[in-house]
């Protein structure tokens, strides 16, 4: 079923996929595909989100891969500001954590982000049988 158009309030399932940077992205879309794209609208589209009682809110990032971290102007979003996004989805999470949506915390910079803000603890069991652990303040 489509979700988009005049019957969009019908819609089931929705998926939005990058398939990576500009070029990329178009190539297996379509061209001028990728600018619709913004990390700064994610924030608002959890609102409609909400509303709307989706079931679900998830999201992943372009991971760079070694030939692009050499170059990072080529990087689409840059790590402080991916870390800035994380916070402003976290408190929109938080906002609506009694609604009917679940946020699926799909990334695993997640699990930093949470350990950076106090809320995740790496387990007392985890450190005595992992004698090379190794704590980051």
Request: aromatic residues 16%; glycine residues 4%; contains cysteine.
């Amino acid at each position: 079923m489509r979700c988009l158009g005049r019957d969009w309030w019908r819609c089931r399932k929705y998926q939005l996929s990058l398939d990576g940077l500009r070029e990329t992205h178009d190539r297996f879309r379509k061209p001028g595909s990728f600018s619709a794209a913004n990390i700064d609208e994610i924030p608002q589209l959890i609102d409609v989100i909400v509303e709307h009682k989706a079931d679900i809110f998830a999201f992943g990032r372009y991971c760079p891969t070694s030939e692009d971290r050499a170059h990072q102007e080529t990087w689409h979003i840059e790590p402080q500001r991916y870390r800035e996004f994380l916070e402003k989805c976290w408190t929109k999470f938080e906002q609506y954590k009694d609604s009917d949506t679940t946020f699926n915390l799909k990334d695993h910079l997640w699990t930093l982000f949470l350990y950076e803000k106090g809320l995740f603890k790496i387990p007392d069991s985890y450190r005595a049988q992992n004698e090379t652990f190794i704590e980051v303040r």
